[in-house]
C-alpha cells in the first residue's frame, strides 16, 4: 500500500520526468516550461500579480519571466493610463505562435503518457484532480 509521502513523491516526479521529457521540444520553440505556463495564463490574466498567483510563483519570478519574455518579444507590457506603476502583460503575435506550437507538442507527449490507461481510469484520474484541485 502506498503511503501519502509517497503519492506526493509520485506526482512530484510524474510531473518533473514529463518536463524533463519536454525540455528539448520546448528549447525549439526558444522556451522553458515556466514561460510556457505563463503565456498560457496569459489567456486569463494580464496583471503580474494575478499571473504570480495562479502559478503559485513569487512576483519576483514572475517578473523575471515576464523580463525573459519581452527579450525575446514574446510579450509586451501595456501601460496603466491610470496609474503609471500598473501594466498589463499581452502575448505578441510571435509569443502565441510559439506557445501554440509548444502546446501542440506537449499535448501530444501528455497523451501519449495517458495511453497508458484505460478511458475509464482517466475519467477517475480526472475526477480525483478535480477534487484535489
Partial sequence: KMEIWEVMLAHYQIYRSFLASMEHDLQRQNLDAKEFMLLRVLEDYKNPADIARRLMLPKPTVT??????????????????????????????????????????????????????????????????????
Fill in 64 to 133: 523575471f519571466l515576464i523580463k525573459r519574455l519581452e527579450v525575446k518579444r514574446y510579450v509586451k507590457r501595456r501601460g496603466d493610463a491610470g496609474d503609471l506603476r500598473k501594466f498589463e502583460i499581452e502575448a505578441t503575435d510571435k509569443g502565441l505562435r510559439a506557445y501554440h506550437a509548444a502546446r501542440a507538442i506537449m499535448t501530444a507527449a501528455f497523451e501519449l503518457k495517458l495511453a497508458k490507461i484505460s478511458p475509464a481510469e482517466l475519467r477517475a484520474y480526472i475526477a480525483v484532480l478535480e477534487k484535489l484541485r
